[in-house]
C-alpha cells in the first residue's frame, strides 16, 4: 500500500485484491502516527458565503484532495475581526500549512502570522511578507476595476458612482485605486460624493444605491465592487421606477455564476477565483514537500498575479449603444 519497491508485483496485486475485497480502509490516526504526516492543511477565512473566496476555497479543496491533502478550515461568516480569533482553534490541529484566504488588511494578516509558527509554511492571498516560507499571490483588481470603469466611460457616461467593499481590505483598495485610474486616464477629477462604503454583501448595494439617489443627483452609471452589491443596487433602483440599463447602467465585480442569470444579466469583472484557490493550493503543498519550483523566487518578495477579464452582458446598456450606433 506505500508502493514499497521491495514488494513483488505478483504479491502486490494479490494484497490489493484482497484490500478491495474487504473494503479496508487504512486509519488516518495510525497513519499519520506512522508517517509523522498529517497531510491537513488550514485555511483562513472571514466569511463562508457571499464571496469570492468560496470559490478561491472550492478550488484549494479539490486541488488538495487530488494531491492527497484535507483541508481544514477556521473563521467566521461577516465577522471583520473573525481570522486572527479563529487561529488557536488551527494550531491545536496539525496542519502542515496555513493558506490565507481572506480580504483583509495587512494588519490582520500580520496579525495572524504573529500566532502561526515560522517551521509552517504559508500562502497568502494579496499581501508580499519578509517571513521566511511565506508566499502571495495576488490578482490583478487594479486593472480589473479599471477596465470596468474605462467601459463606461467609453459609452459615455458623464456620471459613475462607485460602491466600495470593505474599508481598508487589500481588495477595496486595489479596486478605488483602479477607478481613480479610469478617472484619470479620461481626464475627469474625483468627485468623492459618488463613493459610497459598501460591505461586499447584497443589503450594502441596497442601502449604498438609496444613499446615491438621495443625493438627487443625475447619475448614469454604478461601478460597484462585487456583483451582490450590484445586484443589491438594481433592487434599490428597481423601487424607484429606475430601469436598468436603460436609464441607469451597473457594472459589478466577481462574476460569480448568478451574475449571468440575473434581470437584466450583470456586466462584470471575471475575477479567477477559483484558479486562485488551486494555485494557492498547488503552492502551499509545493512548499511542504520541498519541491524545486518557482516558489523560490516568490519567496524573495515577488509575487505572481493573476489576470481579471470584463464580461460584457445587458446590465451596462453597451447593447443600447451599438444599436443607436
Not at 15 to 28: E, M
Not at 65 to 77: C, D, F, N, P, R
Not at 283 to 305: F, P, Q, S, Y
Amino acid at each position: 500500500m506505500n508502493n514499497s519497491q521491495k514488494v513483488r508485483e505478483d504479491t502486490r496485486r494479490r494484497i490489493l485484491d484482497i484490500i478491495q475485497t474487504a473494503g479496508y480502509r487504512p486509519d488516518p490516526a495510525a497513519t499519520n502516527l506512522a508517517t509523522k504526516r498529517s497531510y491537513l492543511l488550514g485555511i483562513v477565512t472571514a466569511t463562508f458565503t457571499g464571496n469570492a473566496m468560496v470559490h478561491a476555497i472550492e478550488g484549494a479543496q479539490k486541488y488538495a484532495a487530488a494531491h492527497g491533502y484535507h483541508i481544514t478550515i477556521a473563521g467566521e461568516e461577516l465577522h471583520s475581526r473573525a481570522e486572527p480569533a479563529a487561529v488557536p482553534m488551527l494550531k491545536r490541529q496539525p496542519i502542515e500549512g496555513l493558506l490565507i484566504a481572506y480580504h483583509g488588511s495587512q494588519d490582520d494578516h500580520y496579525q495572524i502570522l504573529a500566532n502561526i509558527a515560522e517551521t509552517i509554511p504559508v500562502v497568502t492571498m494579496g499581501y508580499a511578507f519578509d517571513q521566511r516560507k511565506v508566499v502571495a499571490v495576488r490578482v490583478d483588481s487594479r486593472k480589473g476595476a479599471r477596465d470596468a470603469v474605462r467601459h463606461l466611460l467609453d459609452l459615455g457616461h458623464e456620471s459613475v458612482a462607485m460602491i466600495t467593499g470593505a474599508p481598508r481590505a487589500c481588495e477595496t483598495e486595489m479596486r478605488i485605486r483602479g477607478y481613480c485610474d479610469a478617472m484619470s486616464d479620461a481626464g475627469r477629477s474625483l468627485d468623492s460624493s459618488l463613493l459610497v462604503e459598501g460591505d461586499w454583501c447584497v443589503e450594502s448595494g441596497y442601502l449604498a444605491a438609496k444613499r446615491l439617489m438621495e443625493q438627487g443627483r443625475r447619475l448614469t452609471a454604478v461601478f460597484a465592487h462585487s456583483d451582490r452589491m450590484a445586484m443589491g443596487c438594481i433592487a434599490a433602483f428597481a423601487e424607484q421606477g429606475l430601469r436598468v440599463p436603460e436609464d441607469i447602467a451597473v457594472v459589478g465585480y466577481n462574476d460569480i455564476p448568478e451574475s449571468r442569470y440575473y434581470n437584466p444579466p450583470l456586466t462584470t469583472v471575471r475575477y479567477p477565483a477559483f484558479e486562485l484557490g488551486q494555485l494557492c493550493a498547488g503552492l502551499l503543498i509545493d512548499l511542504i514537500d520541498g519541491k524545486d519550483t518557482d516558489v523560490g523566487r516568490w519567496l524573495r518578495g515577488e509575487r505572481h498575479a493573476l489576470e481579471t477579464r470584463l464580461v460584457v452582458r445587458r446590465s451596462c446598456g453597451a447593447h443600447l449603444t451599438q444599436t443607436l450606433k
